[in-house]
């Protein structure tokens, strides 16, 4: 597994209860440029706030543009990002139920990289940089994010207990319980499961499973697993049916993804903060 290069802060302890979901990693680094870095997809929606001199871009097909507060929904378009020596950014990283009251969006919205004045207005969302930025600490800067993030899940929609269940049993099962069987767990029909899963998650039970079966088969591959070992654990038909679906997620191959510095941070920067 490649090295991270990136200096690392993580809260010290659980975030409060309303705000399940919330993971937070501050990154910062002074020696290494970063010009082309791949984004992995992973079963969360995520917020990033550019807290440095240094500019940060983002590339996701539609050419690169600079980006101060961005948020990459589920299952985008491949995507890479870049920061000249210096940066600093604040990431965090909401579950699909919890960034559906947060963003006022499905999936975070779901597919796409976009600013987040476009969710929340653009005073907003300078204000709350300003404070990141001015903060004296990465513990300050997480208790704001998470006062900022508190009020608006607050005030924000709900999703349906059935919905909420159904992400939850398909992250727990590592994306392999069936759609027919989730229904009637739930006691919905398959149609209002679909229907209603899609509107507030803002893709299908099957892309839901789909993602978070290639989350962890990509995490392995990182860990130095053999992809036909990979392929066999994760509940894929074959090493083929694997590649295709990296191919499909990133527009890279196996070998490349088990590359990318981005999957060497997880233990660090998005472990389950103690007591939770």
């Not at 290494?32 to 929606?45: A, F, K, M």
């Not at 600093?88 to 597919?111: E, F, K, M, T």
């Not at 527009?251 to 088990?258: L, Q």
Request: charged share 25%.
């Amino acid at each position: 597994m490649p090295r991270p290069p990136w200096e690392i802060a993580v809260p010290a302890g659980p975030v409060p209860g309303p705000l399940r979901g919330l993971r937070m990693a501050g990154f910062s680094d002074r020696r290494t440029d970063l010009r082309n870095l791949l984004l992995i997809p992973h079963p969360s929606v995520t917020l990033a706030f550019n807290l440095g001199g240094a500019p940060l871009s983002v590339d996701d097909g539609a050419g690169r543009r600079g980006c101060e507060r961005l948020v990459i929904g589920l299952a985008p378009d491949t995507v890479r990002a870049g920061g000249e020596r210096g940066f600093a950014c604040l990431q965090l990283r909401l579950s699909p139920l919890l960034a559906h009251a947060v963003l006022g969006a499905p999936g975070g919205p779901y597919g796409e990289a976009v600013d987040l004045d476009a969710l929340w207005g653009r005073a907003a969302a300078e204000r709350l940089q300003e404070r990141l930025r001015v903060a004296g600490s990465w513990p300050e800067r997480f208790a704001i994010a998470e006062r900022a993030l508190a009020l608006r899940a607050q005030d924000g929609p709900v999703v349906d207990p059935e919905v909420a269940y159904a992400w939850r049993r398909l992250a727990a099962d590592h994306g392999l319980v069936r759609v027919d069987r989730l229904a009637r767990e739930t006691g919905w029909s398959r149609k209002r499961l679909w229907s209603r899963f899609r509107a507030q998650v803002g893709l299908t039970p099957q892309h839901a499973a789909r993602l978070i079966r290639f989350d962890r088969a990509a995490h392995r591959l990182s860990a130095g697993t053999p992809p036909s070992r990979v392929a066999a654990d994760s509940g894929y038909a074959d090493q083929s049916h694997l590649h295709r679906d990296v191919r499909a997620f990133t527009g890279a191959t196996p070998s490349a993804i088990a590359e990318t510095p981005f999957l060497a941070v997880d233990d660090v920067a998005w472990a389950a903060p103690r007591g939770q």
